[in-house]
């Protein structure tokens, strides 16, 4: 039997491409043909899984998201990059504190980008996810020529405190070439800029906001929405309706600078990326899918990547299987899936955490029981 490995990352642990790895030598030794395709859902990984579909690696040193160097890995393809905003503005760089809630930004990102269209590039496909700022995306804008000026002129301090500065947005100075260029923002969540289900009140607290700093950053998004709103003179209510856009809330905002500074369009992020990194060939051949993550649970199946997979599988008449390190949900859940091995299952958490490939190995070899029943 044809076997295709199509897994996302476990968070945390091991990549796509790692997965992959651990789950195909046992099912070989059972007689399956085995091939893979990485998956990813536009967050963090989303490099991981284009460099392990064959894009070239590119890096670039760029200001962290409090301001210290970095090392950004970014993917290109011919004239396509996809930029992981995680790489250059990730949680994962920073500690989730005050500080970072209020002063972290995205120049970085705006760095890598520019390194981009340096390369050549023309299409850029900007994954957000696993972000530390909610500057509404200036910090990624000001890397790239944009202006955000106080009452007195001066550029305002970064981060997302720093909006209620902003006097003026000035995009004028922006790149030539990001202007000419496809920007696609690549997103696997619907929130909008502002309110309860916005930027700030979603995702601040996980960067270290309390109550009282997650309104004081919907009130930073909501200033920075209104100039961008004058600085569009008669295309103000595009503004509105952008910043009311479903996934423009994602990354602190950054989506909502994308749109608004860069006219990116939005893609779902779990189906854009299968598109880029070719699964759809890779599929055409499958007579039987594996797919999963760390956590499998609803949230799986609306806009991650493993959902996506359930569905091609399921629109096909291909069996999907589910590997995954811990599952909120049964099979019988999950329309589409025909069965899930949890690597909890077979080892104490701890070992899953510590030793992760060596469990997921047992988890291919478990599967390949189960086939053989």
Known sequence: MHILLACDKFKGTLTSAHVAAELAPPLSAAGHTVSS????????????????????????????????PV???????????????????GI??????????????????????????EA???KIVLAVGGSSSTDGGAGMLVALGARFLNDSGQPVPTGGLGLLEVAQVDLTGLDHRVRDAEVVLASDVDNPLLG??????????????????????????????????????????????IALAPGVGAAGGTGFGALA???AGVRPGADYIMELVGFEDAFSSAELVVTGEGRFDLQTLSGKGPGAVIDRGRAAGV?????????????????????????RSLAPDETCMTRPAAVVRQAGERLAELLRA
Not at 95 to 107: E, K, Q, V
């Open 37 to 68: 395709v990485p998956i990813a859902d536009g967050g963090d990984g989303t490099v991981a899984a284009a460099l392990a579909a064959g894009f070239a690696k590119r890096t670039a040193t760029v200001a962290g998201p409090l301001g210290r």
């Open 71 to 89: 090392e950004a890995t970014w993917a290109q393809s011919g004239r396509t990059a996809i930029v992981e905003l995680a790489e250059a503005s």
């Open 92 to 117: 994962a760089l920073v500690s989730p504190t005050r500080d970072t809630a209020l002063n972290a930004g995205t120049h970085g990102t705006g760095e890598v980008i520019a390194a981009a269209l």
């Open 120 to 122: 050549g590039c023309t």
């Open 196 to 241: 309860e289900n916005g930027a700030a009140a979603v995702y601040g607290p996980q960067k270290g906001a309390s109550a009282t700093e997650v309104a004081l950053l919907d009130r930073a998004l909501t200033h920075l929405r209104d100039r961008f709103a004058e600085a569009a003179g008669a295309d103000r209510e595009t503004i509105g309706r």
């Open 261 to 263: 500074g860069l006219g």
């Open 319 to 343: 069996p999907v299987w589910v590997v995954c390190g811990a599952a909120e949900i049964g099979a019988e859940d999950a329309p589409g899936v025909t069965g899930i091995v949890e690597l």
